[in-house]
Structures are given as structure tokens and as C-alpha cells.
């Protein structure tokens, strides 16, 4: 059994403007010590999707419309507050984009991690804060310094700190939100790599949001490409990067610096994402598809496993022979 | 990079230092804070002991010895019954310290409960508690404060409790303001992530995190509150005669400013001082709750 089963999940935000269609019916499953990557631009609906795993969503404006979470054989969408609670932070945690604004600047760190533990064990304060302190030298922070405040330390060692709070209860799944975006780029790697080894050492699951392709090739097991709330292509990482399917993919690729290969120019994909509250008929990238034909624009093209377990939405593969 | 550095014994062994006593430290450094902290402790002192410090009867009069002008005798000089102005402001400040401190817990209660309720759960409950603040805050809080108390009639929690009314919403305004700019931050939702309970949340990162402004706002509001009880007891409400309070006292004084000043100026002078001590105290434990400020 998967450890979650994400199945046609959509949400929708209800706002003034209109209803927001952040996510349009995307499935996935993780296994236990998987790891997922969900790439996509800006707005492609990752966040709200991860959000969505744990019921973090804003109220009342956010709201799962339709699909069924599964984690660990519970459904997560008739989860009540009592049980969602047990499950955040011990079966499943998050690591937040921004490591300044995601710990409480008048705690003390070891007092934050300790909050955590507190709060799924029955540890005491003493207890847990020794425990913290064992935590801070796994994330590579002297224990000593767990007597200081956020803002005595930098950047990356924040993001270690955030880390180690969701790390602490040892989770089966683990979320990380575009963990490295607010590092700069020679910590970025020193980060993913701790969160890499921790994981192996835990066994946790973890899906990995985030927009870089590289990072993705590194640490992920399996890939999802997200273009305005849906997933456009999805697979095991060496099948999505041994033969790319849809054209956003492509877009993507074409959009990174290579070092093997002489380009003047990145190719950016063209346009911007189209809006959430008026999205095209057809395929939704059809607007900024150099392949768009006249069809794309009427008919939603379907995910279509092209050869096992590698799935893509575009009509180009329509027919080519998939696994039916 | 996972391997521990040093074992688990010495990590156990590390010195932990309280929320509290870290927070004592930082306000010790402030020497500012401390002569704040020095003045309040010698008022409040002084007005718990005037029974013992008092040199005389605050209801004593000596009609020998009227508007005696301050001497080894008479510290602050006699009023115009020949009571003893030191004696009397002792008193008072007993009556002018614990109204104003209790309006002020009064109101910071009420006043910070709302807000934060406010402004956490914002959509209707925001909406049903703000209104009902506007309602509040329609009337002038010296009306408010004469109507309640008219209506509870004199005394010293009555007069406590009608002044803290009119410090009801201004304070819920003020916390709420401050929950919502906490609300949005990531800590919080961090912490539900972790799955804190909101109630644990609002304790634990959304109070401590509103605390800085609140300070601030009722260290001002302690001096505020006692000029509204002298305003009390100058229309006859509030606290009764010959009972004494710093107000009262100086507004006996008001006749005689122009030949007799110190029946004006010592009741005055407590009052500042006390204002003086509190926002300075309160300034300084603003700065000694924020870790950033320190050093």
C-alpha cells in the first residue's frame, strides 16, 4: 500500500474576484522513503497542493472541492481537528519557503524544537529540550547555541533550525516547500543534501516543491511537472529526464544554463501562466505551445501513461499506443 | 554531517536559561528601566506602608496649622484644613495606585481578549467584537466613566471598573491591529503545521509576539487612569472624601495656586513621578521581551 494516494484532488479558492482554480484534479502516490518532486512555475498550484495534504489551507477561502487524500489508509479529508492535529508534525511536517518569517523570533531554539516534541510526546520540558539539542547537532548546530534566538543566526542555519523542527518527531512524510529558494545558491546544495541524508537515515517520504530542475534530478525519485493546477507530466525522474514528453517539460529545460552544451541564449517559454479564474477550455498550455493545434484549444487532453509509469497530458501522444 | 558532535551527557549538562530569567537580564543591562523599576517599587511601597510612614492622620486637621508651608514638621507643608499634604498623598497614592493599576488589568483582560480573539479569527467574530468596540468607543470615555459610575455609585472597585470600560476598546483595538500583522506571519503557521492547538498558538506565539505595543500603551494609560479618577472625584463621584487621592488633592489645591503652591505641586509631583516611573519601566520591558534589541 502507498503511503499517501492523492487521487482527482481539486481546490478551489473562493474569493471577491472569483473563484481561483488552483488545483485541477491531480493524482500521485508516494511509497514510504520516496521521494517526490513537484516542479512547476510560480501559481502551478504545488504549494496549495502540499498545503492540501496536511488541511493547511487558508479558511475559509480555500477549499478541496473533489478527489481523496489517503495517508497511511486514512482519509485525511474526514479527519477531525483532533486527529488532523495528531497527524501534523508527527506523521507528517513541513518545511517552510522562508526560514526568517517561519520561526518565532522571541523563542529560543531549542525552546521551538522542543515545542514540537512537546507536542506529540510525553516528554518533559527538561526531556525535550535535551532532545532539541541532540536534533541540532544532527541539522550540524552546536547544541551550545540552542540558548540563542533565530536572529543570531544566518540564513542557512534558520532553514537547518526549520528543518530540524520538522524533522524531530520523525515523520513519515516529510514536505518541503521550496526549502532552498530563500538560500543562497552555496547553501542551497549543503541544505538539500542534510535534508537527503536525514531523510535516508529516517526513512521518511518527502515531496520536494521547487523550481529547479537540477534539484530534482539529484534528490528525487520520481517527478511531478505542474502547469496551472494540473500535473502535465509525471513519472519516475529517470524516465521524465531520459525521454521528455510534454512540451512545458521541454520549455523547462530549454529555460536552464547548460554547461555541456554552447547556447548564447536561454530559450524562456513564451507568455505568462494563464489566470487562475479564467482558465482556457482546452489544454491549458495551448496558449504558449509551440505544437498548439486547432484541437488543443477545444479538447482537454487526458493523462495518458505512455509507457509504465510515465504519464503525460498532451495531444501529441494521443495516439501513439500508451498502456491502456 | 548527521554525526553528533559531542555526547549526550554534555548536551544534558548545557546551562538552560528560563524564558523568564533571560528577560531579567536584558532589563537589568537597562539602566533606565531599573530607575523605572526603583521608582515604582518605592511608590507602591510607600503607599502598602502609609500606615507606618505617615506622620500623621490623613483626616487630621489642625486648624492652628493651615496652609503651612513645607517645614521638619509638615514635609510637604498643611492644606487648607491643616492636614498633613505628605500623610495625604501616602494615602492617596494607596487609592490612586491600586484604581488605576486595577482599571488597568481591567481593561487589558477584556480589552486584549477580545482583540486577540479578533483578531485571530477575523471574518464574523471580528466583525460582531470590532462594532460592538466602535459602540464603545462612540461614547467619551469620561462620559462612559461618569455614567458607570453614577450608576454603581462610589468606591474604590466600582471606580476601578467604570474607568476601565472606556480602556475596554481602545486596548482591543490596539491587540488587534497587532494579531493581525502576527496572524500572517509564517511562525504561526509553522506551528500549526506542528500541530500545535490554537489555543497553545495564541499562548505560546501570538500574545508574546503582541506584547511590545500593549506595554507601552498601559504604561501610558496608568497615568491616563489616574488623572480620570481625580476627574471622578472632582465632580463628586469616585472616591469620597476625606478619603485622599493624588487628583483630589490636587484639585483642592487649585484655589490657593496662586499664594500657597505646595497643596498643587506634591500631589503633582507623584502623579509624575509615577507616570514617569512606569513608562520608563515600560519602555525598558519592551525592549528586554524583544531578543533582537539586546546588547
Not at chain 1, 89 to 94: A, L
Not at chain 1, 256 to 263: A, F, G, H
Not at chain 2, 9 to 27: E, M, P
Request: overall charge neutral; glycine content about 8%.
Amino acid at each position: 500500500m502507498n503511503l499517501l494516494e492523492v487521487k482527482d484532488l481539486t481546490i478551489v479558492y473562493d474569493t471577491s474576484e472569483g473563484t481561483v482554480h488552483a488545483v485541477n484534479g491531480v493524482s500521485f502516490e508516494i511509497n514510504n522513503g520516496e521521494t517526490l518532486g513537484i516542479v512547476g512555475e510560480t501559481g502551478a498550484g504545488k504549494t496549495t497542493t502540499a498545503r492540501s495534504l496536511m488541511r493547511l489551507l487558508p479558511e475559509p477561502q480555500g477549499i478541496i472541492k473533489e478527489g481523496s487524500i489517503t495517508f497511511d489508509g486514512k482519509d485525511v479529508r474526514n479527519m477531525s481537528e483532533k486527529e488532523l492535529r495528531h497527524m501534523r508534525g508527527f506523521d507528517i511536517s513541513m518545511i517552510f519557503q522562508d526560514p526568517m518569517t517561519a520561526l518565532n523570533p522571541l523563542l529560543t531554539v531549542e525552546d521551538q524544537i522542543a515545542e514540537s516534541i512537546r507536542e506529540h510526546t510525553k516528554l518533559s520540558k527538561h526531556e525535550s529540550v535535551i532532545e532539541a539539542r541532540k536534533m541540532l547537532e544532527k541539522v550540524g548546530i552546536m547544541a551550545e547555541r540552542g540558548s540563542e534566538y533565530p536572529h543570531q543566526f544566518s540564513g542557512g542555519m534558520q532553514q537547518r533550525v526549520v528543518i530540524a523542527i520538522a524533522l524531530t518527531c520523525n515523520p513519515k512524510l516529510l514536505i518541503a516547500d521550496e526549502p532552498t529558494s530563500a538560500l543562497d545558491v552555496t547553501i542551497q546544495a549543503q541544505v538539500l543534501k542534510m535534508i537527503a541524508d536525514l531523510q535516508q537515515e529516517s526513512g521518511t517520504a518527502m515531496i520536494l516543491i521547487t523550481h529547479d530542475l537540477g534539484v530534482v534530478a539529484e534528490t528525487c525519485d520520481k517527478v511531478a511537472i505542474m502547469y496551472a493546477g494540473e500535473i502535465v507530466e509525471y513519472g519516475k525522474a529517470e524516465d521524465v529526464y531520459g525521454r521528455i514528453l510534454h512540451p512545458y517539460t521541454q520549455g523547462l529545460f530549454d529555460s536552464l544554463p547548460s554547461l555541456d552544451k554552447n547556447v548564447r541564449r536561454l530559450k524562456p517559454i513564451k507568455g505568462l501562466m494563464p489566470d487562475p479564474t479564467d482558465l482556457p477550455k482546452g489544454c491549458k498550455f495551448c496558449p504558449r505551445c509551440e505544437f498548439a493545434s486547432e484541437k488543443c484549444k477545444e479538447t482537454e487532453p487526458p493523462l495518458k501513461e505512455l509507457t509504465p509509469g510515465h504519464f503525460v497530458r498532451c495531444l501529441r501522444y494521443e495516439k501513439e499506443s500508451g498502456v491502456s | 554531517m548527521s554525526r553528533r558532535r559531542i555526547n549526550d551527557a554534555a548536551i544534558a549538562a548545557l546551562k538552560r536559561q528560563s524564558n523568564f530569567a533571560d528577560i531579567w537580564r536584558r532589563l537589568k543591562k537597562n539602566k533606565l528601566a531599573m530607575v523605572g523599576l526603583v521608582i515604582v517599587c518605592i511608590l507602591v511601597i510607600a503607599c502598602v506602608f502609609a500606615n507606618l510612614i505617615a506622620p500623621y492622620d490623613y483626616a487630621a486637621q489642625d486648624y492652628s496649622a493651615r496652609l503651612q508651608f513645607p517645614s521638619w514638621q509638615h514635609l510637604c507643608g498643611t492644606d487648607n484644613f491643616g492636614r498633613d499634604i505628605f500623610s495625604r498623598i501616602l494615602y492617596g497614592g494607596r487609592i490612586s495606585l491600586l484604581v488605576s493599576l486595577m482599571s488597568c488589568v481591567i481593561s487589558l483582560v477584556f480589552g486584549g481578549l477580545l482583540g486577540i480573539v479578533s483578531g485571530y479569527a477575523g471574518g464574523k467574530t471580528d466583525n460582531i467584537i470590532m462594532r460592538l468596540c466602535d459602540l464603545l468607543m462612540a461614547i467619551p470615555a469620561t462620559l462612559l466613566a461618569i455614567v458607570i459610575s453614577a450608576t454603581l455609585g462610589g468606591g474604590v472597585f466600582q471606580t476601578a471598573i467604570a474607568i476601565s470600560i472606556g480602556g475596554i476598546a481602545p486596548t482591543a483595538r490596539l491587540v488587534r491591529a497587532t494579531a493581525l500583522t502576527i496572524r500572517g506571519q509564517q511562525y504561526i503557521e509553522a506551528a500549526r503545521a506542528a500541530g500545535s492547538s490554537q489555543f497553545h498558538i495564541i499562548m505560546t506565539h501570538a500574545v508574546p509576539n503582541c506584547l511590545a505595543p500593549i506595554i507601552v500603551d498601559m504604561s501610558l494609560r496608568i497615568g491616563g487612569n489616574i488623572m480620570m479618577i481625580s476627574a471622578m472625584s472632582f465632580i463628586g463621584l469616585g472616591v469620597q472624601p476625606p478619603t485622599p487621592e493624588w487628583g483630589q488633592i490636587l484639585n483642592s489645591g487649585r484655589e490657593f495656586i496662586r499664594n500657597f503652591w505646595p497643596l498643587c505641586t506634591f500631589p503633582g509631583l507623584a502623579i509624575m513621578l509615577t507616570m514617569f516611573g512606569f513608562n520608563v519601566l515600560g519602555d525598558g520591558l519592551r525592549d528586554a521581551l524583544d531578543p533582537k534589541l539586546k546588547q
